[in-house]
């Protein structure tokens, strides 16, 4: 037992020279099988196909030089096979047809119209904007009131902590002006 052991690579060698040959013999053997005729059954399918072919390439030849009128060859159904479904019809788009364009008086009415509509709109807008820039102007008055005031009492801070949200004021105030956070 020690011997095998000590020589186990010789003995796999061995093992694999030995399935090589017999898988030479067995490739031999399957070779002169390989040569024998086929079944006559198989045979004669192989000559009808062949045949089929044959008269197919026949018929296309003599259909490009002209000789013979071009006819579909006949139709064999093979055994096996279900008959093929029904066509679907063709679908045809359906074409719509704009509506007829309007006369150049209703053109000319719709248009009036719609500037009318637009000028509308540009009042509106304008009136707007008077409106928010009259708000903007007292909510500035309202703070300078309110910085004048806060200057008398001694404070010029306007996000003091005494008031209320004047913290978080302050914080944020911290934020924008202070130093980056990174270098904190």
Do not use: N
Not at 72 to 92: K, L, Q, T, Y
Not at 97 to 121: C, D, H, K, N, T
Request: proline fraction near 11%; hydrophobic fraction near 45%; charged fraction near 25%.
């Amino acid at each position: 037992m020690e011997w095998v052991l000590d020589h186990l690579q010789a003995l796999f060698f061995i093992a694999i020279a030995v399935v090589a040959v017999l898988q030479k013999l067995k490739q031999a053997r399957g070779g002169r099988d390989a040569g024998a005729a086929p079944p006559p059954a198989v045979a004669a399918e192989e000559a009808e196909r062949t045949r089929r072919i044959q008269e197919e390439i026949r018929r296309k030849i003599m259909e490009r030089r002209g000789q013979a009128p071009a006819t579909p060859p006949p139709v064999e159904e093979e055994p096996g096979f279900p008959a093929a479904p029904p066509m679907i019809e063709e679908v045809r788009p359906v074409v719509v047809e704009p509506p007829p364009l309007a006369p150049a008086e209703q053109a000319a009415v719709a248009y009036g119209a719609e500037i009318e509509r637009q000028e509308q709109m540009l009042r509106q807008l304008r009136e707007l904007e008077t409106a928010r820039l009259a708000q903007c102007q007292t909510a500035a008055a309202e703070t300078a009131a309110a910085a004048t005031a806060s200057s008398r009492t001694g404070d010029a801070r306007p996000w003091t902590v005494r008031r209320p949200g004047g913290l978080r004021q302050a914080m944020v105030w911290r934020e924008i002006l202070g130093p980056p956070v990174g270098l904190r």
